[in-house]
């Protein structure tokens, strides 16, 4: 119902409507990233460079486990199981009551988002030369969640509600594949001995915790000391220690036997933590790209160009692609009341790849530090462009005012 006291949009506040949502919803956490990923270029490349590399490359003078002798190491593989917790959590929700519980709704996104994962790494490697480059395939591949949606943020309800499910879940899907990628592809294996005594150790904790989940225990404590337990388990075993959160992330049950939310609440208290201090830690940790070293010829080099292009190209053509063929074989219809433009609009803003790409680029090259430079290079410049270029798109193209949706894409009334 139209309320009849309700003042009219005044110039100055339509004019400011973009700032506001800078700090709201799922724009805020976006533009922090944004926000940190230049401060950190600016401190890799100023006066205190120094200071930096030596913040979070600097040897420990103690650590309580020996793997983690630096605060990098400690970030990536320990305060980032955090981060992969609550992607578990949410995938979790998602394939058990959300948007992947209907197998007729999660068609499309699923074969979306497992083309805008092959078709990046196809361009990678036609782009690279294959090569010493080879090992970074999967850079461009997984799409950054919180930079998409905040995108999405800045835009208001312009975007039809179902585009902002169709991004969310392909998002979602994204993840999962990249946590699939990791543990097949980036594990490194010292001794087949300790892999299998730490693996099987790894079991057994993870058997403790289904056992848990099966008997209904309503209480956090014991799933907390089993994740700390099963993150160093794993740690120990070669394959990288993050995949223990998403893991562990399955076992918390849905519902404490009182009936209870325990999945949500948990998932809503440590989301905040993931998204506005887990996320931009790592960011500033591993998004300062130190041009010392670098000449202009590094940043045409194979590399860089081969993982922008992955991210900005790969992605909107390999996610278009297949949502047309879905769409007019009948396999599986377009989301509804978006045009062909709008969504062309959203896959662009799948090739913002941010968070998951820094992680995997500094899987990929731990022995070759240019090479790491050369791909942060390519991954912070294919995901500007995406996130810039997908924003004009849909400003230009589309506006939805009669929809709004929260930020698991449910669709209400525009107020």
């Known amino acids: 119902m139209t309320d009849t006291f309700a003042k009219p949009h005044s110039p100055l506040r339509s004019f400011f409507a973009p700032v506001r949502a800078l700090f709201v919803s799922d724009a805020s956490a976006g533009m922090l990233l944004i926000l940190v990923a230049a401060a950190a270029m600016l401190a890799a490349n100023s006066p205190f460079s120094a200071e930096y590399k030596a913040l979070f490359y600097g040897h420990l003078p103690w650590t309580p486990v020996k793997k983690l002798d630096d605060l990098h190491l400690w970030i990536n593989d320990a305060l980032m199981v955090v ?6 959590l949410e995938v979790k929700r998602e394939i058990v009551s959300g948007s992947l519980a209907d197998p007729a709704a999660r068609r499309l996104p699923m074969v979306a988002a497992v083309a805008g994962m092959i078709t990046p790494a196809a361009v990678f490697l036609i782009v690279s030369g294959g090569g010493d480059y080879t090992r970074g395939w999967a850079i461009p591949a997984a799409t950054d969640i919180a930079f ?16 902002r499910l169709f991004l969310l879940t392909v998002a979602i899907v994204d993840d999962i594949g990249a946590i699939l990628v990791i543990a097949i592809f980036y594990t490194e294996i010292d001794s087949l001995t300790y892999f299998l005594m730490w693996l099987g150790a790894s079991a057994a904790v993870l058997f403790v915790m289904f056992g848990l989940n099966r008997a209904r225990v309503g209480v956090y404590w014991p799933y907390i000391l089993l994740t700390v337990a099963l993150w160093y388990c794993v740690l120990n075993t070669g394959i990288h220690a993050t995949i223990a959160g998403v893991l562990a992330a399955f076992t918390i049950p849905l519902q404490k036997p009182n009936g209870d939310a325990m999945l949500d609440r948990l998932e809503h208290g440590l989301a905040p ?5 887990v996320v931009p830690v790592f960011g500033f940790a591993n998004a300062g790209v130190s041009f010392e070293g670098l000449g202009l010829e590094n940043l045409y080099d194979p590399l860089p160009i081969a993982v922008a292009a992955g991210l900005f190209l790969g992605k909107q053509v390999g996610i278009l692609s297949v949502v047309w063929v879905a769409d007019k074989s009948g396999f599986a219809p377009r989301p509804d009341n978006a045009s062909w433009v709008e969504i062309w609009g959203v896959t ?3 090739g913002i790849g941010f968070t998951m790409s820094l992680f995997i680029g500094e899987l990929a090259f731990p022995a070759y530090p240019i090479l790491k430079e050369e791909a942060k290079i390519g991954i ?18 589309t506006n939805h005012p009669a929809e709004e949706c929260d930020d698991r894409g449910v669709i209400s009334p525009a107020s």
């Not at 912070?380 to 193209?397: D, F, H, K, P």
């Open 148 to 163: 998409a949606m905040g995108v999405l943020g800045l835009l208001g309800n312009r975007v039809p509600a179902s585009l």
């Open 83 to 88: 981060f992969f917790f609550v992607v578990g």
């Open 348 to 350: 662009i803003l799948c």
């Open 273 to 277: 933590w993931s998204s506005y201090l």
């Open 380 to 397: 912070l410049l294919g995901s500007a462009v995406s996130a810039v270029v997908g924003y004009l798109v849909l400003r230009m193209t």
